[in-house]
């Protein structure tokens, strides 16, 4: 356990990397899943064409294979950017695809007599969608999109393979090549760490389930 | 069809709710056949008939939750729009009472009727929650106001609807089969506000099995059958005398026990 107690700091460090990675990919795969899953329920083809198409591409193209397709084809278009920022944009959206589905599958267990009567009031569709479908949605919705950001927690660790550089991912490559530790105790530690990361998550949900069941 | 017109014409009301020659399958089905029908200012038009006869679709089209195939349907002189900002403006005016209530199941009785006022009129919080209250207690249920919509009774719930949709000062009410969900015990609370606000002056299209209360509030009964409206009479006419031999044998099932 002396990798521990001597490269501590390394570890709290990857830790944070980590977390910051998976904390901005939950908040961006859940806005853009979101955007996504309005886009293939409202009323406009154009709208619900690209939802349709951009889930079946992301959704069936390994993560590795997008990584690499931001890491060596975004930059040929003239953008730059730390790979940080590319692991994070590509974690976001693939994750995206996966949150799309999970919150449309939310909307479809909203009796359609809700969107009725919203209408009936003369609530837009955005309206409607936003202030009662949408609001009902997340109840059923939270357990599935649980599922998927604990997914994406876990393939931060991809993208950290990728070369995000001082994530946990890198900390434990550090660690067993260049210090020459065992692989197996330093797995553990990194283990340890996500489930941290993952193990709270979960609690949040479970929180923030009851809470959503109180409200009806 | 000349009976809704020139019964319009025997009373001088203003027309306000018109549907022209309005065709509309579903499918194979044809569930509207050339239907035409004038509703005037004031009126209480209940629409009666067997099921599938296209009562309920023909009460859906008038806010065009249902679009039409072919014909017109005009609110106050103006056609209805396609779907968008103009429609919704439109629903703003037409208040809707559905058979199974469909209120907003995330929020209080009071917010589900503050809503619509709110967010599609614009109107400020404070004042639509003084009016939600006082249109809580005209139905009955002011003292449910901060419960959810699963905690009341149907028939509750239905005049909770109620109120939800007189708080956007409709120009007219339709009321798709109100009462048919409820439990016998309830329907009653639920006419009985039905029939305070026909009294009221309310325009109202109610599409009902409640014989009672076409009797008793109904300027018009409307018989329709296989998507076409057969008769138009006054209610006294068309349960004492009716014409068409559908209507005939429909009260015939329906009042003999």
């Known amino acids: ?216 | 069809m000349t009976g809704s017109e020139s019964n319009v014409a025997s009373t001088g009301r203003r027309p306000l709710v018109e549907l022209r020659d309005v065709d509309k399958h579903f499918g194979a089905l044809h569930v509207l056949r050339s239907v035409d029908l004038t509703v005037g200012e004031g009126e209480v038009v209940v629409v009666i008939g067997p099921s599938g006869s296209g009562k309920s679709t023909l009460c859906r089209t008038i806010n065009r939750l249902e679009t039409i195939d072919s014909g017109r349907i005009t609110l106050d002189g103006r056609e209805l729009p396609a779907e968008g900002k103009e429609l919704a403006k439109l629903r703003a005016d037409v208040g809707m009472v559905f058979q199974s209530f469909n209120l907003f199941a995330h929020k209080t009785v009071r917010d589900n009727v503050t809503l619509g006022p709110v967010k599609a009129r614009g109107k400020s919080a404070a004042e639509a929650r003084k009016k939600a209250d006082e249109l809580l207690e005209r139905v009955g249920v002011a003292n449910q106001a901060d419960k959810y919509p699963a905690q009341l009774s149907g028939g509750q719930q239905q005049r909770v609807a109620i109120a939800r949709a007189l708080a956007m000062e409709p120009k007219v009410m339709l009321f798709d089969e109100p009462t048919s969900a409820l439990d016998p015990e309830m329907i009653n609370e639920v006419l009985d506000v039905m029939i305070s606000l026909a009294k009221s002056g309310m325009t109202m299209i109610v599409v009902t099995h409640e014989m009672g209360f076409a009797r008793r509030a109904a300027d018009r009964v409307v018989f329709m059958a296989d998507g076409q409206i057969l008769e138009d009479a006054e209610p006294e006419q068309f349960f004492t005398a009716p014409r068409h031999e559908r209507s005939k044998d429909f009260l015939s099932k329906i009042l003999t026990h």
């Open chain 1, 1 to 216: 356990m002396e990798f521990l107690t001597e490269h501590f700091d390394d570890f709290v460090n990857g830790f944070f990397r980590s977390l910051s990675i998976a904390l901005w990919g939950a908040v961006g795969s859940l806005l853009l899943g979101t955007l996504l899953a309005v886009f293939r329920v409202s009323p406009i083809p154009v709208l619900q064409g690209f939802g349709a198409a951009y889930v079946t591409l992301v959704r069936n193209t390994p993560l590795t294979v997008l990584l690499f397709g931001m890491a060596f084809g975004v930059p040929g278009l003239g953008i730059n950017a730390s790979f940080y920022l590319f692991g994070v944009v590509t974690l976001i959206l693939y994750t995206a695809a996966f949150v799309c589905e999970a919150i449309r599958s939310g909307i479809a267990t909203v009796p359609i007599g809700q969107a009725e009567a919203a209408r009936a009031i003369g609530l837009t569709f955005g309206q409607s969608l936003g202030l009662v479908i949408l609001p009902q949605a997340m109840r059923s919705v939270v357990p599935p999109v649980g599922s998927v950001i604990i997914a994406m927690i876990k393939n931060s660790a991809v993208v950290g393979a990728a070369g995000v550089g001082s994530d946990l991912f890198s900390v434990y490559k550090r660690m067993t090549s260049a210090l020459g530790y065992a692989p197996l105790p330093v797995l553990t530690a990194v283990a340890v760490a996500f489930l941290i990361m993952t193990l709270s998550t979960g609690a949040l949900l479970a929180l923030a389930e009851r809470r959503m069941a109180v409200a009806r």
